[in-house]
């Protein structure tokens, strides 16, 4: 007889130790699916080193991209990400490919897993921004010795994701959204991140918002992490504090992730691919086994996701089949630990019995479908709203080992009649008028130059003679335009300008 139901999946191995948790998941999932008539047609597709050995410099070749569209969703395994140089990360590729603009982490207390803060009832969720920020790697030398990344932060991409955290918050039944940012020192990037949360916080009144600056969320939830219920953040911090939350509750051998665009969703651990357990069969494969259980809600599966969460929570609270990774925080002898498929046979084994001693999965809330929520402004009707921007100036970057003082005097007398020079600065800090108090010279500066008339709106034609003009002093590595709108000004000020 064919089962109930049917669900098409991608499942990427992956690198390193991804092999063994995936097939640890397939399993469990095979198992329990079958228990209850459903059933999973995996479409088994490469990504990662593999694929960077054959000469596809994505990593992900056109079969994964091709399945993934077709099923939607996809089980991912760790891929190998070659640091420092050469290829990018084929997880960012993907992420970027479907736009899986959330990357969603909860964190939970676990049954069985000796922790430091046992007891406290941590529960909460991490919502990472997953296509923007820092990790969009634009990246240049602007000197040989000087390296420079674009952040970029977008209000479409800000208000997705935090009406996603807020969304999840009322699915979930939880209570409060913590936006953190870094705003007080990145006014435009995080600080635009911030306004977004402020503003849209109204619209989800019964659930309370909050904002802490990103470092204090480090400290407080490390001193309190019980306080905190969902928290979103921009792309590199959601990385980082998400990490810090895996590791209050066990760390990343239970690390579960989801990533979510609007078509697509690709589940996976939070962890790499832990190359010096490739092939042991020693890993603790809970991590990807949970994140399994976040794809079973996401398909609608929700009895199943249950099953599947509860046999693991019963298989750890029994203590019977402990991980590796367990064992060592417990102090014990490694060589009894359970293996990685050792603890799937358990968890299998578990499969139809629930917990005691923490509320059972089956005992949350139901996860409903998004809600549709009011889309940003876009396009033509935002440009009509923010109005035109006016040209009030040029900060030209330029490699020079000039002295500020000399470098101040020539580039002063290259400004011509509708401009003149501000300021010179290195590294953010005035070095021109005005002399820094300690300055290291970098070998390179930013010459602002600003029109004479602060009313004026200059032309292109302005700027690329004056660009022409200095670049026979010193060559620009960047140009930026310092434009304003009616109610914005879109530059920040220098230390001391
Ligand atoms: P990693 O693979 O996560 O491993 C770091 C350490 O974390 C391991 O040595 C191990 O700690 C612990 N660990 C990881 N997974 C575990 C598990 N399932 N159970 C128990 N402990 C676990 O990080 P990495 O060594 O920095 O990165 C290796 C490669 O993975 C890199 O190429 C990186 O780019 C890639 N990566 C991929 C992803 C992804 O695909 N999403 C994520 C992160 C990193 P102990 O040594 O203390 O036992």
């Known amino acids: 007889m064919s089962p109930l139901r049917r669900h098409p999946v991608t499942l990427i191995p992956g690198d390193g130790v991804g092999p063994e948790v995936a097939l640890a998941t397939k399993r469990i999932l095979d198992a329990a699916g079958a228990r209850v008539d459903v059933a999973f047609d995996w479409e088994e597709a490469a990504a990662g080193a593999s694929v960077f050995l054959k000469g596809d410099s994505s990593g992900v070749p056109q079969e994964t991209?091709?399945?993934?569209?077709?099923?939607?969703?996809?089980?991912?395994?760790?891929?190998?990400?070659?640091?420092?140089?050469?290829?990018?990360?084929?997880?960012?590729?993907?992420?970027?490919?479907?736009?899986?603009?959330?990357?969603?982490?909860?964190?939970?207390?676990?049954?069985?897993?000796?922790?430091?803060?046992?007891g406290e009832g941590i529960d909460m969720v991490?919502?990472?921004?997953?296509?923007?920020?820092?990790?969009?790697?634009?990246?240049?030398?602007?000197?040989?010795?000087?390296?420079?990344?674009?952040?970029?932060?977008?209000?479409?991409?800000?208000?997705?994701?935090?009406?996603?955290?807020?969304?999840?918050?009322?699915?979930?039944?939880?209570?409060?959204?913590?936006?953190?940012?870094?705003?007080?020192?990145l006014k435009f990037t995080e600080g635009m991140f911030k306004r977004i949360g402020e503003e849209l916080a109204p619209e989800y009144a019964p659930i309370e918002a909050n904002h802490l600056i990103i470092d204090n969320v480090a400290h407080q939830m490390v001193k309190d992490p019980a306080q905190f219920d969902v928290i979103v953040a921009?792309?590199?911090?959601?990385?980082?504090?998400?990490?810090?939350?895996?590791?209050?509750?066990?760390?990343?051998?239970?690390?579960?992730?989801?990533?979510?665009?609007?078509?697509v969703a690709i589940f996976e651990a939070v962890h790499g691919s832990a190359p010096k357990y490739a092939g042991k069969n020693v890993i603790n494969p809970t991590a990807l086994i949970l994140s399994a259980t976040m794809m079973l809600r996401h398909l609608g599966e929700h009895d199943l996701a249950d099953d599947v969460e509860d046999a693991v929570l019963a298989t750890l609270e029994a203590g019977k089949a402990l991980p590796q990774d367990v064992v060592r925080q417990q102090g014990g002898d490694v060589e009894a630990a359970t293996s990685t498929s050792g603890f799937a046979d358990a968890v299998i084994e578990s499969l139809g019995t629930r917990p005691t001693g923490v509320p059972s999965a089956a005992s949350r809330p139901r996860v409903k479908a998004i809600t549709p929520h009011k889309r940003w402004v876009d396009g033509e009707a935002r440009l009509a709203e923010v109005g035109p921007a006016r040209v009030v100036g040029l900060d030209y970057f330029m490699e020079t080992l000039l002295s500020p003082a000399e470098a101040g005097t020539k580039l002063a007398a290259l400004a011509g009649p509708r401009l003149e020079l501000r300021m010179l600065s290195a590294r953010g800090v005035v070095v021109w008028p005005k002399a820094a108090p300690a300055f290291d010279h970098p070998g390179f500066f930013r010459a602002r130059y600003v029109a004479r008339d602060p009313n004026d709106d200059l032309p292109d034609s302005e700027l690329l003679a004056l660009i022409e003009r200095v670049a026979h002093l010193a060559p620009w590595g960047h140009l930026e335009k310092l434009r304003v709108w009616v109610d914005t000004e879109g530059f920040t000020r220098a230390q001391g300008e």
Request: aromatic share 6%; no cysteine; net charge positive.
């Open 65 to 118: 991209r091709a399945s993934i569209e077709r099923t939607r969703v996809a089980l991912k395994g760790p891929l190998e990400t070659p640091v420092g140089f050469g290829e990018k990360s084929a997880n960012v590729t993907l992420r970027k490919l479907f736009e899986t603009y959330a990357n969603i982490r909860p964190v939970r207390e676990l049954p069985g897993i000796p922790t430091r803060y046992k």
């Open 126 to 185: 991490v919502v990472r921004e997953n296509v923007e920020d820092l990790y969009a790697g634009i990246e240049h030398l602007q000197t040989h010795d000087v390296a420079q990344a674009l952040k970029l932060i977008t209000r479409k991409g800000s208000e997705k994701i935090i009406r996603f955290a807020y969304e999840l918050a009322l699915r979930e039944g939880r209570k409060k959204v913590t936006t953190a940012s870094k705003a007080n020192i």
């Open 234 to 263: 921009t792309n590199l911090h959601g990385d980082i504090i998400s990490d810090l939350a895996s590791g209050l509750v066990g760390g990343l051998g239970f690390a579960s992730s989801a990533n979510y665009g609007d078509g």
